[in-house]
Structures are given as C-alpha cells and as structure tokens.
C-alpha cells in the first residue's frame, strides 16, 4: 500500500465502535463535565469525561448549546436569503461556507459561473485556509500553554487577511459574497495588488512560525504519538479535511471533484504518516504553504470579464423541482449543502453537512486512555467552529 | 464511476430479494438516487461497503426529509354505461368521462444517505428508505454499525425528525435537550409560545401574555391547595 492509498478491508460488524477501557485504580472514577464553559472548548462545547485518577475511562460530547436550527431557517426563507446564513456557520470561514452553499444552488439550478469569479472565489477560498490554519495552530498551541505569542502572530497575519476581506466585501468575517452564477461585487486592480503584497509576505510568516514551533521540544513531546487516529477508522468514521490527510489518506476534494477552476493548478496534497495530534499539525503547516503557491499564480493569471452570469436570475429565483448536493474542500474538512426544490422560492429541505460535527465522531476514541489534560491537545487538534457544530 | 442503474444491478444480483427502485432527479445535477426497502436497508448497505467494484467506503452525509400526506387530483378517464334517448328510444350506451379524482398520498419520513467511494474516487451514490407512515411506525434500520459516520447524523435525524433507528448503539437527542418532546424539523412543527420578549401596552402581545399569566397563576393555585392537601393528609 502506497502512501495515500487507501484500501478497506471487510472487518467484523463492531469493529469501529470506541474501544472499553477498564478502570485500573481502585477508588471511584470521577465524573467530569468539561464545558460548556470552560476556556479550552472554543465556545460552548461540553463533554461528559468519566476519569480514573487522571486517565479518561470514557468520554460523551454533548452538543446543542449553540443550536439555532439554521436548517429550518433555510426552509423559511428564499434561496438568497440563506447566503448570509451560512457566514454563521463556521464564523471563522465565511467564504468557504459562501461558495459550498453557492455551489450547491449552481448545481441544483444548473448555472454556469464566469472564469474571473471562479479566479476570485478560488483566491479568496485559499486565503480563508490560510487564517484558519494559522490560527487553528495558534489556538493549539494557547492551550498547550504556549500563552499569547504564537496566537498572536497568527492573528496578526490573520488580521491582513481579514483586511482584504473587509476592503472587498465590506466586513471581516460575515462576508456574504458569493451569489448563484458569481460573486456580489468585483476585485479592483488595488485589490489584486494588496492581495499580492498581502501573499507574498505570508511565506515569511509560515516560516518563522514553522521555526518558532516546529523544533520545539515541548510541542514534540505532548503532541507525537498523542490521540492517533488510524487510516481505517478515519475513512469508516466520514472524517475530512487534514484530520483525514493527517492519517495518510490522500483523499482532497479539490483534487477529487476538481470544483470550480481546481483543475488549472498545480499543488500538493500533504499527508501524514502517524495520525497524531503532530501530523495534523503538519498537515496544517503544509498546506498552507500549498495555499500560497495557488494563490501567487491565481492572482497573476486572473482574467478580466464579468463576475456574475448574464442568465443568473437574483429576483424570483425558482430552481426546478429535484435536488442536488455539492460539497467542497473547506478549511476544516467536507462541507456539503444538500437541497430539495419543490419549485417554489423556498427550499424545501435545506442540509448542511458539517464538517466539525463529524470530525468529533472519534474524539472518544483518540483520548480514551490518554490523561485529561492531553483531551485539550486532541480536541484543539480537531478544529472546529460550534456554530458550525451545532447549526 | 458507476451509474444508478448499474449499481442497481449489482445490489439485485448481491442481495437477494431487495427490492430497489431508482428515483429519478429532474434537476440539472442529475443526481438519481436508490430507494431501497427497509427490510433489506442493512444488507445493502453492507453489500455496497464490502463489495471490492462499488467499495463505497465512504459515508459523506446522512439526513432526514419531512413529507406530509398532501392530496394530489388526477384527470381519470371513465367509462360509464348512461341510457339516453337515441332516436326516441331509450337505450344504454357505453360513454368515456373525463373525471377529476382526488387521491390522498398519506405523508411519510425518509433519510437519505450520500455515499463516496475514497478507493474508486466517485459519487455521490444516494441511498433512500422510507418509514411507514409520519406517526406510529417510524423505524428504520440504522446504518451506524457499518459506517461509524452515521452515528451523530442518524442522532440527529432522530432528535429533529423523530426517526427510530433500530440498532444504532447510542440513540439519544443531539441538540436538543433530553426533556423536549417534539421534532423541530417536521413541517408541521409549530414553535411553542414565547412570552420572554418584553411585552408593550399597545399590541395585542400584552392580552396574550396576561391570558398566558392567568393561566399560569390557575395552575399554581391548584398545585398550592395540592399542596395543603398533602400536608394535612400527612399530619394526620
């Protein structure tokens, strides 16, 4: 078997359910509710640890309290309505969440999108990995207790990133850019030229920041080895993203469905070996560095046009009855829309597939056995965003 | 890269007696999709993971659909025997009607599961299965034995549609809390009634919520002289 292969093997019915733990101490086991509030859970999320003396016998994520049912609301309002939504999703990557719903309406509806806005989607698709993935490293290593510095470096990249976001789209983080056939409004040359600047000084910050962490013995020390998840399970479990490449599945969904103008690019897909907290961290590093190599030639190759299809209807927009599902590459993993039209404005069945959410499927397999304070490191190495989680 | 009608194919010759039915997709993404009885849902399913051609290894997205009974009128030709007066004598002739029926489909809940091979790099394959009926009989098997993926979204399916999936290892609600009772993503769910906003003397908002207080208040008494009767009981 090559690296990034993948090859599945018929295994007793059972085999994948989390393995059980004996309590080895004698004394009671000692029941923990980790969250909701508590500082390492980015946000509101909540497990239930059962621990004995300090090794965890059982864990149980417990979800909802950011719940808002963001697919009803999807059921309640037209197709256009739903764009701002979607920037509540996963709020740290608004522009992905953008162009998956985007994609999805485009197949249901079957519109075509004009070469310049795939160019502008893609650079600022690629943009979005690289904030997220500075600054899910830096999150990782805040809660390893490498207090402020590399989070603040990586928001002060971040912080250009987003400057470009706001200067195009007029906000941070709810961008609520992308429409069905394009995009809302175009790039100016300024735009294009900050943007270079913007990428051609990010190489040096992957750098020092590769520098700054990647030797580390402390980081080493907690992260290699740390809540591996294996290459089997990964697949059989829907995990995506780096989580599924840091196990050495070489499955990318810019390579695979080739979406938008993916095609036209040449770039790596990085994989691990181990699957442990340091692989996925790696995965993250390199990827970003794959990231800045699409955009150097998307924003030299970018070609002038129009942004929005002439035949793409904004007002009394009623897709065909029938359904379509369309996914893309998001930061943190798969992230699918799934809808039905009955013809009318409003969808009728409006899915997110979450990335986040499923990505937690294994988080008790990866710390059974491990201490608590090593359940931090695994579930920071997950990455996830609970709007997203909860919808 | 395998086509619908070909997986279809594959899953009659594997699995014996299921019964497969491809549901065509108008839509431009032309995305059919299978609907498989429930009775053979597992053995499918497991037939499509291991079989080494379709190796579809890969359970992207897992989801709940809401359909209510609607009532769908259809033109029905009719032959009908009419006695009619032909040339002053009165006869039976044979006559074609056009007639309006109208024909209730009884509602129903459906999952629909988005597979992908990771091996054969294609998809999505759509699997469908319906429950009986939206009220009493809302099992269906659970798919999380194969495909661990499932285990959260069959959750969730469960919490906002009210699907029982038999054989799922850990069926609890995922969102909402345990002590809710309805299903929020059902079509007919109606929100409960909330009095937390600020209510202002000039709508009618005021009206509802000293109605809701009333009532309120009426249902305290009775639990206070509830109360008092226990007391006393318990005194003596």
Known sequence: ?391 | MKTAEEIKAAIEAGVPGAEVEIVPNPSPSGQHSLRVAPSHAFAVAQFLHDDPEIALDYLSNATGVDWLDKEVSEKVKATRTVTKLVDGVEQSVEETVEETVKRAIPGYLETVYHFFSIQKKYGPVILRMRTENRTDQVELPSLTPIYRSAEFQEREIFDLYGIVFTGHPDLRRLLMWDEFKDHPMRRDYVSPEDFEYEPTPHDEVLVRAQAQRAKEMAAATVQADGAAVRQEGSAQ
């Open chain 1, 1 to 391: 078997m090559s690296i990034g292969e993948f090859v599945q093997e018929n295994k007793p019915l059972g085999w994948n359910r989390p393995p059980h733990i004996e309590p080895d101490g004698e004394g009671e086991l000692l029941e923990v509710a980790m969250g909701p509030h508590h500082p390492s859970t980015h946000g509101v999320f909540r497990m239930d640890l059962a621990l004995d003396g300090e090794r965890v016998i059982r864990l149980k994520p417990v979800f909802g309290y950011l719940h808002r049912n963001h697919e009803k609301l999807g059921e309640g309002h037209s197709y256009l309505a739903s764009m701002p939504f979607t920037d509540r999703l996963d709020y740290m990557c608004s522009l992905t969440n953008n162009w998956a719903y985007a994609l999805a309406v485009e197949k249901l509806a079957g519109q075509e999108v004009p070469e310049r806005a795939e160019y502008i989607r893609l650079i600022l698709a690629e943009l979005t990995r690289i904030q997220n993935h500075a600054s899910s490293i830096g999150f990782l290593l805040q809660e390893m207790g490498a207090s402020g510095t590399p989070l603040m470096y990586a928001f002060r990249e971040r912080e250009k990133i987003l400057d470009l976001f706001e200067s195009l789209t007029g906000s941070r983080m709810m961008c609520n850019y992308m429409r069905f056939g394009g995009c809302r409004v175009d790039v100016s040359q300024d735009w294009v030229k900050s943007a270079k600047k913007v990428v051609a000084s990010l190489p040096k910050f992957v750098d020092e920041f590769e520098n700054l962490l990647g030797g580390n013995e402390i980081l080493m020390a907690r992260t290699q080895g740390m809540g591996i998840l294996k290459p089997d399970l990964a697949v059989n479990a829907g995990i995506s993203g780096p989580m599924l490449r840091a196990t050495g599945v070489g499955y990318d969904i810019r390579k695979v469905d080739r979406y938008g103008i993916y095609d036209r690019f040449n770039f790596r897909v990085p994989l691990g070996a181990v699957g442990d907290i340091y692989d996925r961290y790696s995965v993250r590093m390199l990827e970003m560095r794959e990231s800045l190599k699409m955009l150097e030639q998307a924003l030299n190759e970018i070609p002038a046009g129009p942004i929005m299809d002439a035949k793409a209807k904004i007002r009394g927009f009623r897709p065909k009855p029938g359904e379509a599902y369309g996914r893309i590459e998001a930061p943190k993993g798969e992230l699918g829309f799934y809808l039905i039209s009955d013809g009318s404005p409003n969808p009728y069945r409006y899915r997110v597939r979450p990335p986040s959410l499923i990505n937690l499927t294994v988080l008790e397999d990866m710390c059974l056995g491990h201490n608590v304070a090593d359940v931090v490191l695994i579930f920071g190495s997950v990455d996830i965003v609970l709007g997203e989680v909860d919808r």
